[in-house]
């Protein structure tokens, strides 16, 4: 097959690793700056461009789309599945999965379990707000951070009140989230491909901190999922419409609570936690899906 992967920078560790066990699967493999990717959209025949020529065609599209670049990325992603090109994760999906309060919507209709959220504009709501996530402690977060930068962890009542306040007045988007105080500091990372979690760990925050995002310090170990978690993640990444995911759960007394799927998940960290090649099972995934214009909504969403 010939593939593209969507990705700013080639030599990152999960680009690499694309690239590595694709090429080993003997496939043809090129990496695309989706930003010096642009568009000719027309009523006859769309097409793709960079560097001044078209881009040939592509059978698979991997997308890796960094947050800071998901509308343009999206759109990128978008013009390849009209051309016909299979993406490993539909443009849609990743765009609802870039919203966090969206992404929780979207679960809670299908009764996966969550950590009760709630989201406000008006000062005036505040008291009611921080009642219906259960009081202090709770958590509150911006709707479009990620790598635990906009994740606060609000300890009274009144600090609540005040970072609330503050984020409204500044005009930010964010939600307010209960605080679930028995995972610990700590969360489970389920990789899962199409209707299997292939690989999980847990991350542990280090001492001091709550977010066990690898990326503030937090350390993975191998865990053994239960069959409720396993369900989860799958029903969670199928119901974002994800078939590669990421899916984030925490360990709460009343069961598994997924808190966010991720559509680009990182590959250094799970493959060293769990000695697992999840870069050859993607390409695999790929190999027994793929197909010209299969896709849920034909670059329509
Ligand atoms: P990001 O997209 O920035 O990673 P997350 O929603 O995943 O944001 O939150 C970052 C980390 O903060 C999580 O991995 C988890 O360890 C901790 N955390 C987030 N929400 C809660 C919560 N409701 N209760 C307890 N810990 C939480
Ligand atoms: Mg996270």
């Not at 560097?51 to 390849?80: M, N, W």
């Not at 009144?158 to 007045?169: H, K, L, N, R």
């Amino acid at each position: 097959m010939r593939i593209a992967i969507l990705s700013r920078n080639a030599s990152l560790y999960s680009t690499r690793r694309l690239v590595e066990a694709a090429e080993e699967r003997g496939h043809e493999i090129d990496v695309l700056n989706p930003l010096r990717c642009y568009m000719n959209i027309n009523a006859r025949e769309s097409s793709i461009h960079k560097h001044g020529k078209e881009l040939p065609h592509y059978d698979c599209v991997i997308p890796r789309i960094g947050a800071s670049v998901t509308f343009y990325g999206t759109a990128v992603l978008r013009q390849f599945e009209m051309v016909g090109s299979y993406p490993l994760n539909e443009s849609v999906a990743i765009s609802r999965s870039r919203d966090k309060l969206r992404s929780l919507q979207l679960l809670s209709r299908k009764g996966i379990g969550l950590p009760t959220t709630g989201f406000a504009s008006q000062p005036q709501d505040i008291p009611d707000l921080i009642d219906m996530v259960g009081g202090a402690p709770l958590v509150i977060k911006l709707l479009e951070g990620t790598q635990g930068i906009g994740v606060v962890l609000a300890e009274t009542r009144q600090a609540a009140e005040s970072v609330i306040e503050a984020f409204m007045g500044l005009h930010s988007n964010f939600m307010v989230q209960e605080y679930i105080k028995e995972a610990g500091g700590a969360d489970i990372r389920c990789l899962v491909i199409g209707d299997k979690v292939i690989a999980a760990m847990k991350r542990q925050a280090k001492a001091g901190e709550f977010r066990s995002n690898l990326h503030r310090g937090g350390s993975a170990s191998l865990v053994k999922l239960t069959p409720a978690e396993r369900a989860t993640a799958v029903k969670a990444a199928k119901t974002m419409g994800l078939n590669v995911a990421g899916v984030d759960i925490l360990r709460s007394n009343h069961g598994p609570l997924v808190m966010e799927v991720n559509s680009s998940p990182g590959l250094e960290g799970i493959e060293q936690a769990t000695e697992k090649d999840v870069a050859s099972q993607i390409i695999t995934f790929l190999e027994k899906n793929a197909k010209a214009h299969k896709t849920r909504t034909k670059g329509q969403g």
